[in-house]
């Protein structure tokens, strides 16, 4: 099965830098990346995914990075606000709907204003 | 975006007593859902992926009878934890993927609180 590793499990910056979250994964056939976001006490909301035709996307201030080969994929977040406190998990999966999503371990990110 | 609503979103209940909870799919037909286990500041555990009209399929070391899962149509499948013990406090969600959807992304429950006293 996959197995997806996420680093680090807590990290802290100061307001305006950049947040960078990294996971790796196992499964050679896994082709859908995203990246949830969540608030304590909420369900897990979409910010960004990717797929493994792409290697890079971007949205505003997040951006989302993918290398097939070495199996790697990272969550890039520029200019950073104190409402991005909060924790964000990865995911791995194949696209197709009756797939399971596996999640990373989680990173807790604090902004401090 | 797509509608799943899960319900009770807060249960306390004593320990041997079974919970129900309920995961619905509003706005689309859903004939996968996922059910996952979270505990405080960890990941998502996925338990059991919950098929429609037919058994579900547990994660290894998800005991079966302990969580009984039902999909009785395309749009809700729920959870019954039997005999439920202080140990199976947590936080459930559900969670499911639109059918033929483009995005392949994954919505999700508002989660369940399982407090057992």
């Known amino acids: 099965g996959e197995n997806v590793e996420q680093h680090p499990s807590t990290l802290s910056v100061q307001e305006g830098d950049s947040a960078v979250i990294k996971c790796t994964y196992s499964?050679?056939?896994?082709?859908?990346f995203p990246w949830y976001k969540q608030e304590l006490g909420k369900r897990p909301q979409l910010i960004i995914d990717?797929?493994?035709?792409?290697g890079e996307k971007k949205d505003q201030r997040i951006a989302v990075t993918l290398n097939k080969t070495a199996k790697h994929f990272s969550l890039h977040i520029t200019e950073t606000q104190p409402e991005d406190s909060a924790v964000y998990f990865c995911?791995?999966?194949?696209?197709?709907?009756?797939?399971?999503?596996?999640f990373g371990t989680g990173t807790s990110l604090t902004v401090i204003p | 975006g797509a509608v799943v609503s899960q319900h009770p979103s807060w249960v306390i209940c004593k320990s041997g007593t079974s919970v129900k909870i309920e995961c619905r799919s509003l706005?689309?037909?859903?004939?996968?859902m996922f059910w996952y286990r979270q505990f405080p500041k960890q990941s998502l555990m996925l338990m059991a992926t919950?098929?429609?009209?037919?058994?579900?399929?547990?994660e290894q070391g998800v005991e079966k009878d302990k969580f009984l899962i039902n999909h009785a149509s395309l749009t809700l499948s729920t959870l019954t934890v039997t005999s439920a013990h202080p140990e199976d406090s947590s936080f459930y969600i559900c969670?499911?993927?639109?059918?033929?959807?483009?995005?392949?992304?994954?919505?999700f429950g508002e989660g369940s609180r399982l407090t057992v006293l």
């Open positions: 969670s499911a993927r639109v059918e033929g959807g483009s995005t392949g992304e994954l919505f």
């Open positions: 499964d050679s056939a896994s082709n859908y």
């Open positions: 990717i797929r493994s035709n792409v």
């Open positions: 995911a791995a999966s194949r696209a197709n709907t009756g797939n399971q999503f596996y």
């Open positions: 706005d689309f037909q859903a004939t996968t």
């Open positions: 919950s098929n429609e009209g037919s058994k579900a399929t547990y």
